[in-house]
């Protein structure tokens, strides 16, 4: 079983939903980015999606974009993120997936990235532009690796789709609040109770909820029906806005992050049609 089974496990018998926060690798340097995931995860962060910056990442808002930009004219590789991973694991356990475009990876080599992320301590794969039928010789790999892949469901999604990511997919399925890219939003829809439904008819896998979200009340509404929720914008936004001031940046993230973790609990959801009081 991967670290993110048995994380989602753990929180099962918690009766709690997982935090998962995503940071771009190498913003703003790669030696903070350690810090970074070390402070987000002692502050209740259940998994770290770490970006892999890439020049052209079409699925990004203004925030992850700039954040790809910042770490790419900073000297950030594929190669420097997975020694990254490395320094994670001399001190933590946490589940890490390593989330980007197909084009770092296939340059890289898939057999190879594969086997580096292995040994260097990832758990798991999510590449936006990489769908299930094109992704066959990746999971080859990760299978004997033992390594996740996470694909991405969106709320236009039919039934055929979602039983081919059902299928194909490991860890668990990345469902996209928006037809839409990255970004904070003050409001979501709320209405996908009934496309999670549909989900878990085909697969037993957990569902994660993401894209836009970014406050303690949107949290608490998903975690009713979401088995995740993932918030990577506002995260990014506070690393930009203090970007090697490190104690400010470590103390505004562990400010935000513990107020998303306090809202996991299935216990404290507020109904999905209306705010928590």
């Not at 209740?44 to 925030?63: K, N, Q, R, T, Y």
């Not at 999510?126 to 790999?141: C, F, N, Q, S, W």
């Amino acid at each position: 079983m991967s670290r993110i089974s048995e994380k989602f496990n753990e929180l099962k018998q918690k009766d709690r939903i997982a935090l998962v926060s995503y940071i771009t690798a190498g913003d703003p340097t790669l030696d903070l980015t350690v810090d970074i995931a070390l402070q987000l995860e002692e502050s209740g962060a259940d998994i770290i999606e770490l970006g892999v910056p890439f020049s052209d990442p079409m699925a990004d808002g203004p925030a992850i974009q700039l954040a790809s930009e910042r770490a790419l004219v900073g000297g950030a590789t594929l190669a420097g993120v997975l020694d990254t991973v490395k320094e994670i694991r001399k001190k933590s356990g946490v589940p890490i997936i390593l989330f980007g475009y197909y084009n770092p990876f296939f340059k890289y080599g898939l057999e190879r990235v594969v086997k580096d992320a292995a040994e260097a301590g990832a758990d798991g794969f999510l590449i936006v532009d990489l769908p299930p039928e094109e992704a066959g010789e990746l999971k080859t790999h990760t299978d004997k690796a033992g390594l996740d892949i996470v694909f991405l469901l969106a709320p236009t999604s039919t039934s055929e789709r979602i039983g081919l990511v059902a299928e194909n997919a490991s860890g668990f399925v990345y469902l996209v609040s928006v037809t839409g890219v990255t970004g904070e939003r003050p409001e979501m829809d709320y209405s996908l109770e009934g496309l999670t439904g549909e989900i878990r008819q085909a697969t037993g896998l957990p569902v994660g909820i993401g894209f836009g979200i970014s406050s303690p009340e949107q949290v608490s509404r998903l975690s009713g029906y979401a088995d995740a929720v993932i918030v990577g914008s506002a995260i990014v936004r506070i690393i930009e806005r203090y970007g090697s001031e490190k104690k400010k940046l470590l103390n505004e993230l562990s400010g935000f992050v513990s107020g998303l973790s306090a809202a996991c609990g299935r216990s404290n959801s507020a109904s999905p049609g209306r705010a928590k009081k």
